[in-house]
């Protein structure tokens, strides 16, 4: 009897070394959701509102066990429904997804069409600052030259985390998650940021349409595109084009064209893109590009020359 008491126990605790021994089978479950089903008028609706057409909803139908994904000409969204104020014509593209136990799954792209432009979405004081107004262009710089000078900033880029915004960053609201953090680098102390270089020069413009024109002198390249701005969240959707930036940012940002407006005056601007974690081996964070106005830099330029010649 004592033997048998002695295997029966030596049996368990075998069982339970193999048991803790074992890979634990960590899987997602089946995506129960597919892209064909994500269809307008069945999972997701793009209605005009009926007094104003370039007001434009996009309303999730999908069970509210699904977190909608939506792709649209302000940005990213994931509310249930979202508004979107559209000031100029043209046609435009909606992208609608869903997140599922087995991953993200999207739809088909469709479009929505704008006839007429109104005028009133782009009076706020945003589109103003920006571009000079309707009608207007302004032309904004790299706050980094090829003597490795910032003019305004303590140097052309900055660190956030990927809860701060305009809100957080203004002191206004509250930062979008718990990632609430800062680092204001020097250009001269932390060169390995970018070269020195003139970077060339990006203009938004109202003329016509909302659009931008980006020479990436460091890059070698040149971008036409158009824009769209989310005034109250603070964001630009670009498409076609992205923010002046530096060689070392160009491969650790998978959407140049989401963008959070950190801040913005009459002559200073912070737009921000998120470093994407896998890309750059670190993690995530909003980088954060400074730039001065066109016309902030001659005056700044003028003043110098004019006080060297009383010397």
Not at 196 to 206: C, E, I, Q, V
Not at 207 to 214: D, L, S
Not at 220 to 226: E, I, N, P, S
Not at 232 to 252: C, F, N, V, Y
Request: charge should be negative.
């Amino acid at each position: 009897m004592k033997k048998i008491f002695t295997y029966a126990i030596c049996f368990f605790a075998a069982m339970v070394f193999f048991g803790a021994c074992s890979p634990e089978n960590y899987t997602l479950g089946d995506i129960d959701v597919t892209s064909a089903q994500l269809e307008k008028g069945k999972a997701f609706t793009v209605e005009h509102d009926a007094s104003n057409p370039n007001i434009v909803y996009l309303t999730s139908l999908m069970d509210s066990k699904y977190t909608p994904l939506w792709e649209h000409p302000q940005g990213r969204s994931q509310e249930k429904k979202v508004s979107l104020k559209m000031p100029f014509p043209g046609e435009y593209t909606v992208k609608f997804g869903v997140e599922t136990r087995g991953g993200i799954v999207y739809g088909e792209p469709v479009t929505f069409k704008i006839d007429q432009m109104y005028a009133e979405f782009i009076s706020d004081e945003t589109w103003t600052l920006l571009t000079g107004g309707a009608g207007e262009e302004k032309t904004w710089y790299l706050d980094l030259d090829a003597e490795g000078i910032s003019r305004y900033f303590k140097g052309p880029m900055y660190f956030y985390g990927t809860g701060d915004w305009w809100g957080s960053i203004n002191k206004t609201a509250a930062p979008l998650n718990s990632d609430s953090w800062s680092w204001e680098p020097d250009w001269k102390g932390n060169s390995w940021l970018m070269p020195a270089g003139d970077y060339g020069s990006m203009t938004f413009d109202l003329k016509g349409g909302a659009n931008i024109n980006v020479n990436h002198a460091m890059l070698g390249k040149v971008q036409k595109g158009t824009f769209n701005i989310d005034t109250e969240k603070k964001t630009i959707r670009m498409t076609g084009a992205s923010p002046l930036h530096g060689k070392p940012q160009d491969g650790i940002v998978v959407d140049w064209g989401d963008v959070r407006i950190m801040s913005l005056t009459e002559n200073t601007m912070q737009l921000a893109v998120l470093r994407d974690p896998v890309l750059s081996n670190d993690g995530a964070a909003m980088l954060t590009f400074n730039f001065i106005s066109k016309a902030y830099k001659e005056s700044l330029t003028e003043n110098a020359s004019d006080t060297n010649k009383t010397k």
